[in-house]
């Protein structure tokens, strides 16, 4: 605790918490040089692997070019993916970064929203705007944008594209079905680094309709080059409650439909 109160000058309670519960495991958050430091954000923000399975994110990138990290919600898989994808731009490892995610509806009708095209889908990406906002200075996010240096899309315009020497996120990869799951991870060019995230209790899509990301963390289970990084309640760092909601959620008697 004294460690990390020197290392951020602040210990609050969810950090005692994660300290306590990693003790005995070992605590990259805390480890020494600030090797889990991933970048550096807007006014002075420093962006790090809080927890031991968001550090083997960050060691599991480096080593293969397609990681699947699946876990709850608020457990930083979207955040620490962002940062790993800001980190290779700035260290010219790729040329772009790709952020995309499935417009699915969460109980709202798609089409009843207003606007055009673009309005209606910019709610669904906008947690990845929300991460390179605090990674990246405004005016430079924005010309990044504008000469698509960063493109934040959804998953339809991925089709028939290869993405060469770009760093691609897939968020929210639960309500991908199996076809666009093969489309996606089948656009990866040269030079390319995927990350693929999601939470598998939280599928929105039919019934009917598999998701794409339960069956590829079930297939490509050993393959060489792939890595599956699954997060716990013990990654959450959101407020503490969130720990104790997920605990009661997993609580509840199972669907069988």
Same mark, same amino acid.
């Given at each position: 605790m004294l460690d990390h109160y020197?290392?951020?000058?602040?210990?609050?309670?969810t950090d005692i918490e994660r300290i306590l519960q990693n003790s005995g495991h070992g605590t990259p958050a805390e480890s020494p040089n600030d090797k889990n430091i991933i970048v550096y954000g807007n006014n002075g923000l420093v962006i790090r692997a809080k927890t031991p399975n968001q550090y083997k994110m960050v060691e599991s990138s480096a080593k293969n070019d397609l990681v699947f990290a699946v876990g709850?919600?608020?457990t930083g898989k979207t955040y620490t993916a962002v940062a790993l994808a800001v980190k290779a731009l700035k260290n010219k490892e790729v040329?772009?970064?790709?952020?995309t995610?499935?417009? +699915?509806?969460?109980g709202e009708n798609l089409g009843f929203l207003p606007g055009d095209l673009k309005e209606k889908l910019d709610p669904y990406l906008q947690p990845l705007y929300?991460?390179?906002f605090d990674m990246l200075p405004s005016d430079k996010l924005q010309a990044y944008l504008e000469n698509k240096i960063i493109e934040v899309a959804p998953l339809a315009f991925m089709r028939g594209r290869t993405l060469n020497h770009a760093f691609v996120i897939l968020d929210e990869a639960q309500n991908a079905s199996e076809s666009q799951m093969k489309i996606f991870l089948t656009r990866m060019g040269a030079d390319a680094k995927f990350i693929v995230t999601g939470d598998v209790?939280? +599928?929105?899509?039919?019934y009917s309709q598999p998701s794409g990301l339960l069956q590829a963390t079930r297939i490509f289970e050993g393959v060489e080059g792939i890595d599956?990084?699954?997060l716990d309640a013990s990654d959450v760092v959101r407020h503490k409650l969130v720990r104790k909601i997920l605990g009661v959620y997993e609580s509840l008697p199972k669907k069988t439909t």
């Open positions: 020197r290392r951020h000058h602040s210990l609050g309670e709850p919600a608020g040329r772009k970064i790709i952020l995610r499935p417009a +699915v509806e969460a929300d991460a390179l209790t939280q +599928v929105d899509l039919p599956i990084i699954k």
